[in-house]
């Protein structure tokens, strides 16, 4: 157990390098992703206040998260390591807004969620958040390339500029000499690449990512790790990694735990 680590956000680290044209042209092209009239906490990019979640269990409710406090900033890197059963993917899912909590508020980019219609959850989502699993969930008859082109299809971008930032990207997480091949043909740490190149994009504020490394061997790990480290400090992005792996959790800016339900300091 390594010593006590806050569970409050660290400070912002500016970038080292510019981040990838293709994330600074998203950025910019995205549409405005709230309403005005609705406040934002600044300076925040993941928010989690008070998350409760339980399900019925037989007679009886199963309380699997407890009030759960969490921020992280622009920019920021947080590892949770926690036991199978613990809450882990319930706490991705209402963080991602795939889940309504029982109780609590969930802000993306200072941006209150709980209580948007379905419709604006959908919205925000799809702008403002990307998700990268253990399995890389690829289209398999689609390829590389036409795997990170088709989220900015769906969000408006035209067939070129897609595919511009698709392979600068793509390059710049050294994987554009695959750009062709489908995922079948590619090696596991190259798919990895393309769904995280896959799930930055449309340049979100939020990225979450359930075990990204978890099918990998130790090396390929280490490279997608890296990869993933590298694009969530150029563009700025808050990355929220669920993982065993207690080495690159120690890579990470903070690492956390779920205990009963709450989370704390790993």
Same mark, same amino acid.
């Given at each position: &157990?390594?010593? #006590?680590?806050?569970?409050?956000?660290?400070?912002?680290?500016?970038?080292?390098?510019?981040?990838?044209?293709? /994330?600074?042209? @998203?950025?910019?092209?995205?549409? @405005? =992703?709230?309403? @005005?009239?609705?406040?934002?906490?600044? $300076?925040?990019?993941? +928010?989690?206040? +008070?998350?409760?979640?339980?399900?019925?269990?037989? $007679?009886?409710?199963?309380?699997?998260?407890?009030? !759960?406090?969490?921020?992280?900033?622009? %920019?920021?890197? !947080?590892?949770?390591?926690?036991?199978?059963? @613990?809450?882990?993917?319930?706490? /991705?899912?209402?963080?991602?807004?795939?889940?309504? #909590?029982?109780?609590?508020?969930?802000?993306?980019?200072?941006?209150?969620? !709980?209580?948007?219609?379905?419709?604006?959850?959908?919205?925000?989502?799809?702008?403002?958040?990307?998700?990268?699993?253990?399995?890389?969930?690829? /289209?398999?008859?689609?390829?590389?390339?036409? $795997?990170?082109? &088709? #989220?900015?299809?769906?969000? +408006?971008?035209?067939?070129?500029?897609?595919? =511009?930032?698709? =392979?600068?990207?793509?390059?710049?997480?050294?994987?554009?000499? =695959?750009?062709? *091949?489908?995922?079948?043909?590619?090696? %596991?740490?190259?798919?990895?690449?393309?769904?995280?190149?896959?799930?930055? !994009?449309n340049a979100p504020r939020v990225l979450l990512a359930d075990e990204p490394t978890g099918n990998l061997d130790p090396k390929t790990a280490d490279h997608v790790f890296s990869a993933l480290g590298a694009l969530v400090r150029a563009s700025g992005l808050a990355a929220l990694i669920v993982t065993h792996n207690?080495?690159?959790? *120690?890579? &990470?800016?903070?690492? /956390?735990?779920?205990?009963?339900?709450?989370?704390?300091?790993?």
């Amino acid at each position: &157990m390594s010593d #006590p680590v806050s569970t409050q956000p660290a400070e912002a680290t500016d970038a080292n390098g510019a981040p990838a044209g293709a /994330l600074r042209a @998203a950025a910019k092209a995205a549409p @405005a =992703r709230a309403p @005005a009239k609705l406040r934002r906490v600044a $300076n925040e990019a993941l +928010g989690l206040s +008070g998350i409760e979640r339980r399900y019925k269990e037989g $007679n009886g409710t199963l309380e699997v998260l407890r009030g !759960v406090d969490l921020t992280i900033a622009p %920019g920021e890197i !947080v590892a949770l390591v926690a036991p199978s059963g @613990a809450g882990k993917s319930t706490l /991705l899912h209402i963080a991602g807004l795939l889940e309504r #909590p029982d109780a609590g508020e969930v802000r993306i980019g200072g941006l209150p969620c !709980v209580d948007l219609p379905d419709a604006e959850r959908t919205r925000i989502r799809r702008l403002s958040i990307g998700f990268v699993y253990q399995f890389h969930h690829l /289209l398999p008859d689609f390829t590389a390339l036409e $795997n990170v082109v &088709m #989220p900015q299809r769906l969000a +408006g971008l035209s067939k070129k500029e897609a595919e =511009r930032r698709a =392979r600068e990207l793509l390059g710049y997480l050294k994987i554009d000499q =695959r750009a062709g *091949h489908r995922p079948a043909e590619l090696s %596991g740490g190259e798919r990895q690449r393309v769904a995280i190149a896959r799930a930055v !994009v449309n340049a979100p504020r939020v990225l979450l990512a359930d075990e990204p490394t978890g099918n990998l061997d130790p090396k390929t790990a280490d490279h997608v790790f890296s990869a993933l480290g590298a694009l969530v400090r150029a563009s700025g992005l808050a990355a929220l990694i669920v993982t065993h792996n207690l080495e690159l959790a *120690h890579r &990470m800016d903070r690492r /956390l735990t779920l205990v009963d339900g709450r989370i704390t300091a790993f």
